[in-house]
């Protein structure tokens, strides 16, 4: 690991402004997949602003009955947390089945929105990534991709975000917010939180640099069923090759988001009117003009299979 | 810290010896016309005081330091175990501020003021912790490179059922949490055992819930 400089701020506007400053710094707050990577000098900050200190750490409701959970909420008190259980069961279900207790432990509400991406290619600092090294290339475009992006790639990067929390977000239409070292606040839906590789694939999200995350607000529930079915290697503690989170209503109709397809939670909103008449009808608009690889193109049935047992499981 | 006035000191002690003279060592962390984004050329020193195992220890560590780092380094708490240093093996599972986490996966200078409870404060061997005695009655283990961090993360993971934390495999999210072999083997899976040792964990950890084995 490279040596760095340390600090706790006062405020989030301080946090912000103190990682503005500097091109090298970064936030800090669980630390459970940035200190992986600095351990791996994939990540090299050189001043780390620890956030843990600042609040932001609380459930609260909102006044158009939603709920706003404080960017440092860990993963298992949103788990656990009563109303997000009884109204928000997709994303306790997805926070449940991603990671290790000790590191839902620590991971927090927005450092999971952050968390980079798994992909082998990433990793081996060996590689070219364009992601890890822009312009450097992409070892995974010819390479093991099983794992791999099927939809929403380039030529560039065909990485996925590697996360569960987020797909469930996705599907509840949450909106993140920040603050700047100004002290001005933004909201951006989640639906425009996580980009796609396009030719910078280093940029992983449309915040700007210094920009904060301070809260993830979820609007009011939904009702219906809701169902988070992950697929992975093992029965657990690995990442999604496709997940889906899904709240079905009892007419049939809903919503679903797919996870470890596309460099980002995958919903088309469009193809939902044709929940009622089944997973294949719903799939067949989501991944229309899906380019997957030799080795992922299984990903397209799966993604059917379990929106497929998804929509079963609803039902019964 | 290693004492250099001692006639024997042991491997690790002159390991970590090495380590602590060259941070002492080290000058402000910044030469001079530097710009403030280059970073620092030496290693960065911050102090921080935590509380392990009910003691309240004081020290002034590299920043990079990890909380296992501080442990078995520093503090000379070799109980907790670095498996693979990157949160994937359990290894290092210590109990902070009451709950489990990974400590090769957080840094010391995170946690002041922290209470920190490692495999050596759980129990001794003359005052064994009752998840430790029954590792040692169900054969919980073979090599016992992953049983400090099995023994952390078992005592806490019961505590999570009796919080009414829910997991993956909790069929109702809003009914009361029960001990089965299906929650505890969940639970678990941030622990791994290459002996193989599982089956006689979830019994030990059964038999320390009150259920019977």
């Not at chain 2, 003359?126 to 590792?135: E, K, T």
Request: charged share 20%; proline share 5%.
């Amino acid at each position: 690991m490279k040596s760095f400089t340390y600090e706790r701020p006062n405020s989030p506007a301080d946090a912000a402004a103190a990682v503005s400053r500097n091109p090298n710094a970064k936030f800090i707050a669980g630390g459970t997949n940035l200190l992986d990577l600095m351990k791996l000098q994939i990540e090299t900050p050189t001043h780390l602003v620890d956030v843990n200190g600042l609040g932001l750490d609380t459930i609260e409701a909102t006044p158009e009955g939603g709920l706003r959970v404080g960017a440092l909420v860990r993963n298992t008190d949103l788990a656990s947390d009563a109303r997000v259980r009884k109204d928000y069961a997709v994303l306790s279900r997805a926070l449940l089945a991603g990671a290790s207790g000790q590191l839902r432990n620590k991971a927090t509400t927005a450092g999971n929105l952050l968390q980079r991406t798994r992909c082998p290619y990433f990793y081996d600092t060996a590689q070219a990534c364009n992601k890890r090294q822009p312009g450097s290339g992409c070892s995974a475009l010819d390479g093991v991709s099983r794992q791999l992006a099927v939809i929403g790639a380039s030529e560039a990067c065909i990485a996925t975000h590697p996360g569960d929390m987020a797909v469930a977000m996705r599907v509840l239409d949450a909106t993140v917010e920040t603050v700047d070292a100004k002290g001005a606040s933004r909201k951006i839906p989640i639906a425009d939180f996580h980009r796609l590789p396009g030719d910078r694939p280093e940029v992983d999200t449309s915040l700007a640099p210094g920009e904060l995350i301070t809260a993830v607000t979820l609007p009011k529930p939904l009702g219906g069923a809701h169902i988070y079915r992950k697929v992975r290697d093992r029965a657990s503690y690995a990442y999604a090759l496709v997940s889906v989170a899904a709240v079905v209503q009892p007419d049939g109709s809903g919503r679903a988001a797919f996870g470890g397809v596309a460099h980002k939670p995958w919903r088309v909103e469009a193809a939902e009117g044709e929940m009622a008449r089944g997973a294949k009808a719903v799939t067949a608009q989501v991944f229309a003009g899906a380019k997957p690889t030799h080795d992922n193109a299984y990903k397209l049935t799966l993604a059917e299979r379990t929106l497929g047992a998804a929509l079963n499981e609803a039902r019964a | 810290m290693p004492s250099f006035g001692e006639n024997e000191l042991s491997r690790r002690d002159v390991m970590a010896g090495a380590t602590a003279c060259a941070a002492l060592a080290a000058v402000p962390a910044r030469a001079e016309g530097r710009p403030e984004t280059a970073g620092p050329e030496q290693p960065v020193l911050a102090k921080v005081s935590l509380t392990v195992n009910g003691q309240r220890r004081e020290l002034e560590l590299d920043t990079r330091t990890s909380l296992l780092d501080a442990a078995r380094e520093h503090l000379h708490l070799t109980g907790s175990k670095k498996g693979c240093d990157h949160g994937q093996c359990g290894a290092c599972t210590m109990i902070v501020d009451g709950r489990r986490i990974n400590s090769c996966l957080t840094l010391a200078v995170m946690h002041q003021g922290s209470e920190i409870t490692t495999i050596e404060g759980l129990g001794q061997p003359d005052a064994l912790h009752p998840m430790q005695a029954a590792f040692i009655k169900h054969d919980g283990y073979q090599c016992g490179y992953c049983t400090p961090g099995q023994i952390c993360s078992g005592v806490a993971v019961l505590a999570e059922i009796k919080a009414g934390i829910p997991s993956h495999v909790t069929v109702d999210l809003n009914a009361p949490m029960q001990v089965t072999d299906a929650e505890i083997r969940e639970r678990m899976s941030g622990n791994i055992c290459r002996c193989g040792a599982y089956s006689n964990i979830v019994e030990a950890m059964t038999e320390v819930a009150g259920r019977p084995a």
